[in-house]
């Protein structure tokens, strides 16, 4: 069950911030090691602070607490100067006790806005649809149209398009200014390319014969 978390305690930013750390060296592997303190600051005290949180708890996921976190999307810096987001609750919003490696969590999304600023999931429960969960929720509850996405991790980038994101644009540079281009995709935006669009197969009839056709006989096209 996906539960708001309204208020986190000291405790609870430092258990997300954990697994945020633990997800980002498990997939921003063009992160140097200098960058990675740098942005835990930023994500301790701007970003989860910063955000309307939602969380999966692991009693809730069923998964063991053992691993590291991976992370499915985002960029490794959230933009904390964003406030607002989402603030319907879902669940209980009662705290987490320290449990686990990670104070019981198992996955979080962070929400500013009409933003997803964040979005990591633990690894024991990393490919369990925990993720698609998250994004399901706050894109039909929050009105979450927009995500920002490091370029150098195209996992991240692959998912978000399957769950209907395109790119919309791009920045050669992380908002610190470091060299890790930023991709901006929007749910459902697709840029113009000039290109004529493909038909619906639910309104549109086209038969189309790919077979190659003989000289000097007739192919019957078949409907």
């Known amino acids: 069950m996906i539960e708001h978390l309204p208020q986190p305690s000291p405790a609870e930013l430092d258990a997300l911030t954990a697994l945020w750390e633990a997800s980002v060296r498990a997939t921003h592997d063009f992160l140097s090691e200098e960058d990675i303190p740098f942005f835990r600051q930023m994500v301790r005290n701007e970003a989860l602070p910063g955000t309307t949180l939602y969380v999966i708890r692991e009693s809730e996921a069923g998964t063991n607490r053992s691993g590291d976190a991976c992370g499915s999307g985002g960029g490794a810096y959230a933009g904390a100067e964003k406030t607002g987001g989402c603030r319907r609750k879902s669940g209980g919003a009662g705290k987490s006790g320290g449990a686990g490696k990670f104070g019981g969590f198992t996955a979080f999304a962070g929400v500013a806005g009409d933003m997803l600023e964040m979005l990591f999931v633990a690894p024991g429960a990393r490919g369990k649809g925990f993720g698609r969960q998250l994004v399901n929720y706050v894109t039909r509850h929050c009105g979450v149209r927009r995500v920002d996405v490091n370029e150098q991790n195209p996992q991240a ?23 890790y281009p930023i991709l901006h995709m929007e749910l459902g935006h697709a840029p113009h390319t000039g290109l004529v669009p ?3 197969l639910l309104i549109d009839r086209i038969d189309i014969d790919f077979r190659a056709e003989v000289p000097g006989t007739d192919t019957e096209k078949q409907p």
Request: aromatic share 12%.
């Open 198 to 200: 493909i038909p619906s």
């Open 157 to 179: 980038a692959g998912f978000y398009e399957r769950m209907g994101f395109r790119t919309a644009g791009r920045d050669a540079t992380d908002p610190s200014g470091r060299p």
